[in-house]
């Protein structure tokens, strides 16, 4: 690890005024960034420490009966809140997949957004080619070993996948990214706020250069009664998702109202179609309609030789939870 200046803002507006300096980077709990700057793949040259700022540790309802959910929030601590559990099961069951409960005590949600990609090309600096790391030098996963990599969305230069659980159930249930910069707030949609790699695989997200999240917004969702977290992986705990489906269902009078329809383990960014979900709407929960909204979700694939399977693990990953979700046999 290279050596770096450690300093706790006292407000956010402080926090966003260091942050605009070169080499600058925001931490919260640490449990990835760390990770980054042990093995040589992150060297920030100042952390700025945003964990205990009160605007950033909060859980509120907003007045039209949504939530809004503080940066700083530690995993565990959302995933057990009274509320989220009982308006957002889907994003409490997506959390408490993730990890393990160690992890959860100190991870927090502005850190779980920002994590890179999981490809082992990345995190291994023997790895000469990865344009994450090193822009333009190539990708050893396209002639690797691929399994875990993903299949939709993907270019010439990376084919990473995006680890988070949390925020595959933040795509499916609408949510806003609130971030703070040098040229003051604004909201971002969660569709627009991961990127798919193109030829800048480098950058993850749409951030600007110093900006702050400072909170995810969830809009009054009707998904509180039907809704289902799937995680398909190698082992029962502490694995990444091979697979994982974040599904919810608003349903009257046996039709389908709305739906919430994404998945993770096969993009860079969770993958949310709104087509799928249209698929769903306005008629009974059917096995036809599961798996069309599968077909549309998966829409374009491009898997890999060592990959090629979880697109048929994705298809039946859907209509099961789906089937959870809506309470089907």
């Given at each position: 690890m290279t050596?770096?200046?450690y300093q706790?803002?006292?407000n956010?507006?402080?926090a966003v ?10 931490i919260g709990?640490g449990t990835?960034?760390l ?5 040589g ?6 952390l700025?420490d945003?964990?205990?700022?009160p605007?950033?540790?909060t ?8 939530m809004?959910i503080?940066a700083?929030?530690?995993n565990?601590d959302l995933a ?13 069951q997506?959390?408490l997949?993730?990890a393990s409960?160690?992890?959860r005590?100190m991870?927090t949600?502005g850190?779980?957004?920002l994590?890179r990609?999981?490809c082992?090309?990345f995190?291994d ?13 190539g990708?050893d996963?396209?002639e690797?070993l691929?399994r875990?990599?993903?299949?939709l ?11 988070s659980d949390m925020?595959?159930?933040?795509a ?8 703070r910069?040098a040229?003051g707030?604004?909201t971002i949609?969660?569709a627009?706020?991961h990127r798919?790699p193109?030829?800048?695989?480098q950058?993850?997200?749409t951030l600007e250069?110093?900006e ?5 917004d969830l809009?009054?969702?009707?998904f509180a ?6 995680k398909?992986?190698?082992r029962a705990s502490?694995?990444f998702?091979l697979?994982?489906?974040?599904a919810?269902l ?6 389908v ?5 994404a998945l ?9 179609v709104?087509?799928a979900?249209?698929?769903l709407?306005?008629r009974?929960l ?6 069309a909204a599968a077909e549309?979700?998966l829409?374009?694939?491009r898997?890999?030789?060592h ?5 048929e693990l994705a ?8 089937s959870?979700?809506g309470g089907?046999t």
């Amino acid at each position: 690890m290279t050596p770096f200046n450690y300093q706790r803002a006292s407000n956010v507006d402080e926090a966003v005024r260091l942050g605009q300096e070169p080499g600058t980077m925001f931490i919260g709990g640490g449990t990835h960034l760390l990770d980054l700057m042990k093995g040589g793949v992150a060297a920030p040259q100042r952390l700025i420490d945003v964990s205990k700022l009160p605007p950033l540790v909060t859980i509120a309802e907003l007045p039209d009966g949504g939530m809004r959910i503080g940066a700083a929030v530690l995993n565990s601590d959302l995933a057990n809140h009274a509320l989220i559990r009982a308006r957002y099961p889907l994003l409490a069951q997506a959390l408490l997949a993730g990890a393990s409960p160690q992890l959860r005590n100190m991870a927090t949600v502005g850190g779980n957004l920002l994590q890179r990609t999981r490809c082992p090309y990345f995190y291994d600096t023997a790895f000469e080619h990865c344009n994450k790391r090193r822009p333009g030098s190539g990708c050893d996963a396209l002639e690797g070993l691929a399994r875990s990599h993903a299949v939709l969305g993907t270019s010439e230069a990376c084919i990473a996948t995006h680890p988070s659980d949390m925020c595959v159930a933040l795509a499916a249930l609408r949510a806003t990214v609130r971030v703070r910069g040098a040229r003051g707030e604004r909201t971002i949609a969660f569709a627009d706020f991961h990127r798919l790699p193109g030829d800048t695989p480098q950058r993850d997200t749409t951030l600007e250069s110093g900006e702050l999240i400072t909170a995810v917004d969830l809009p009054r969702s009707p998904f509180a009664q039907r809704a289902h977290y799937l995680k398909v992986r190698d082992r029962a705990s502490y694995a990444f998702a091979l697979v994982s489906v974040a599904a919810a269902l608003d349903v009257a009078d046996g039709a389908v109202r709305d739906a919430a329809l994404a998945l993770g383990g096969v993009a860079h960014k969770p993958w949310r179609v709104p087509q799928a979900e249209a698929m769903l709407i306005g008629r009974p929960l059917s096995v036809a309609s599961m798996q069309a909204a599968a077909e549309a979700l998966l829409q374009g694939a491009r898997p890999h030789p060592h990959n090629a399977f979880k697109v048929e693990l994705a298809r039946a990953s859907v209509v099961r939870a789906l089937s959870n979700a809506g309470g089907l046999t």
